[in-house]
């Protein structure tokens, strides 16, 4: 490892060279993917070919040249993200600070800030987020960067530590009333961020900044405060994983189909016996445009056409397709939703089977995040001022479909065995089961109030105050004239 401190002005810039330019094949690798989740794909540039006279392939224009998208690839990609990102995380600690100040920062906004940072993880192998602090400098906020922009640096080869990050970017100037893109690079160190313009390969040092400003000074984290999110151990995106070959051959089956379907009798193969003219590409225009074909007879033989047409069976496309799409889902790991494994009523077993693969899936990213989530996490207890010692266990929910009779009698079976608080955090229509727990609370009080009304008792709260009940408390009557004297027997005791 290179120990960049030590290094000069000169010797930084080419080390960003030199790892940009290490970076390449990976750069292509997310860029193909961010351009296939948008739905252009290779067979976008298909062609027709045939034999040329030379035997070299050659382009035939006249034919029909279909081009058609179904992208599976959007929709895994879709898929597994909202299967898994689409609510908050459930945080436990046992410091109570900790764990309500985090739910406050996990609000709607930072979940949406997280789902497109695990889109990107899914897409590009890995994704990153920038940790700064929010405006009244009370808390942190993450902003995404984009993959495509980013040169991770690493300390080690397994791809633990960042010890630099590079990002290339572009931003809008305005000169002479004319908007122009100006080429920036930006070099993220521990200590100080490194700010260079580019122009034709050359880097010119714009500016150099700390991370923090206070009180005219400049302040630093005690780590680079960039957090990274692999979607799995090896960093490979959705589309690398055999993905894109599947793809490809799902778009050309469907764009095949389609030229076959669209070539018609008078694009098919035609035989013509005694032809008067001598220009065979106008007698196809004149088919094409009147449909009527001028022959003769000669030597007392009949002239005519015969079409050789190749007849097209649909169930081999079918069949294909299928197998394709099947294949596709096995190996990105995603969920077909059309399959009939749960049958008409589904239990919990079918339900688990249907949705193995994305959850093994689901399960190795899971770790990944919850990773790059407690490293996030030391900003956010420095911030607040929480002790690095407390911990958090991090569990991410799943948008998966349930039976939800089969999981409410569970848990009425499971009373009295699991505390109520897990049972209400698995109740499938809980969404907070703290704000639940407290409902149950106030009911619990409000039913046990009544009960001790009717007694004449009295209800403490947890506050220690008391309520009495009853007709005698509501009446203000003297608690010594409702008492009865016991009468004495005579040769007893009383």
Sequence with gaps: MIDLTTLTDEQLVRFIKAKIRAYEPKKAEIDTAKRYYLGKHDILDKRRMAIGNDGRPVE????????????????AIDQKTGYIFSFAPVFQSEDKTYSEELAKLFDERFVRTLNKIAKDAYGAGIAFGYVKLTEDGQSIDLVKLNSDEIVPCWEDRSHERLQAVIRRYSVETLEDETIKERQMCT????DEVLDYEVR???????????????GGMGLKWDKLPIVYFKAGEHEQSVL??????????????????????????????????????????????????????????????????DALNISLNSENYKLMLQILKDKFVENVRALDVKQEKAGATPNELNIKSM??????????TE?????????FFGFFKKVKG?????????????????NEASTVEMIKNSVGIISKETLVAKHPFVTDATEELE????????????????YGGEHKHEDGSGVLAGAGAASGKDKKSDKRETPKSSGGRA
């Design 367 to 375: 770790l990944e995040f919850r990773a790059s989530l407690e490293y």
């Design 355 to 364: 949705y193995s693969d994305i959850e093994l899936d689901a399960n190795a």
């Design 60 to 75: 035939v224009l006249n034919l029909p040249n279909s081009r058609i998208v179904d992208n599976q690839y959007a929709k």
């Design 200 to 214: 034709e390969g050359n880097y010119t040092l714009v500016s150099r900044q700390p991370y923090l400003q206070k």
């Design 187 to 190: 070099l993220y160190l521990p």
């Design 439 to 454: 409902k149950i609370k106030d009911e619990e009080e409000e039913a046990m109030a009544d009960l001790m009304a009717g």
């Design 240 to 305: 690398s994983v055999a993905a894109k070959t599947l793809q490809d051959a799902i778009n050309t089956v469907l764009s095949n189909f389609q030229d076959n379907m669209l070539e018609d009798p008078r694009n098919t193969v035609l035989v013509v016996k005694n032809y008067g003219g001598e220009d065979f590409a106008q007698l196809r225009q004149s088919i094409a445009s009147t449909g009527i074909i001028g022959v003769e007879t000669v030597d007392n033989v009949s002239g005519g056409v």
């Design 386 to 402: 929480i002790s690095d010692e407390a911990k958090v266990q991090t569990a991410f929910k799943r948008n998966i479909m349930v």
